[in-house]
């Protein structure tokens, strides 16, 4: 990501004018975040919504066949944060817009949320078994995911809302330290989720996770970006201009392939897995049908 124009003096601090919409198109593409920047998150984004569009009347008829409640409501869960990280991506002017600030909070925080939620359930899924499919499971998983995007939601509305903290505006302004500290908590916390399930791995309870290389590689990717933000966060609390640079690369990595991550991690096994088992089946019933005696002739 060398190619990010990302400030490393004075963050987004820079305001959209106001003017034709020629030139308020390219202070948007060139001035608010970087061209590299704009065009890594809108692309990335956009193309994963196409390939879920091209995908979706075989991901339906897998979906329908297999009748697991988990992945149905996984999916449409992916669906909708897909098309809100779409929205995140290509709305990123109003950060930089006066007047759009109130409007950009409220949909990072519900982008956010969903991509959290999607972390959590994930996570809550392969735990107990990726294939399960019954309605207790399925709602044992959402409550606890619930519950803990729901605090989440909850605390980051009362710093944004309630005290005027600007979370999702990015800026190494030393007025707003402790935003800076609530995000090192929050990537603290996930860093540490990641490097337990890690720990686990190579303990005597290997046995209670997935046998399932995809899932492994998954952890050690989600932990190895959540301590570098992390690192990130905390170089620029302590006032490190290339620490918000560094915050920055990993916000346009999660934003542009996380959810191709959770996709191939956890979607695309089960689909390619649904085909296996549809060609067996109907292998079964053109034998029985009688399509392969001459073979035997």
Known sequence: MRGLSIPLSHGTNF???EGDSGPKFYNWLFECHGFWHNVALIVASFMFVVYLALQAKQSYLKLSHGRSYIMISYYACLWLVSLLNLAWCCFQAWECTPGKEQAWNVLSLFTASGMLFLEVSLLAFLLQGNH???LQALTQTFVVS???VGLDILLKAIYLF?????LFIDTNDHSHQMKWYLWVVHRLVLTAVYGFILYMYNSKWRERL???????KYTVIMFSLNALALFACGLTGNGAGFGFWLYSATIVCYHAFYLPLIH???LADF???E????DNAYYSEMKDAGFFDADWD
């Open 210 to 216: 997935p046998a399932r290389p995809a899932f492994y």
């Open 15 to 17: 305001t959209l004018g």
């Open 132 to 134: 399960a499919s019954g």
């Open 162 to 166: 309630g005290f005027g903290v600007p």
């Open 271 to 273: 689909f390619q897995e």
């Open 275 to 278: 085909d296996l088992r549809l």
């Open 264 to 266: 191939t991690t956890f």
């Open 146 to 148: 619930g519950l803990i």
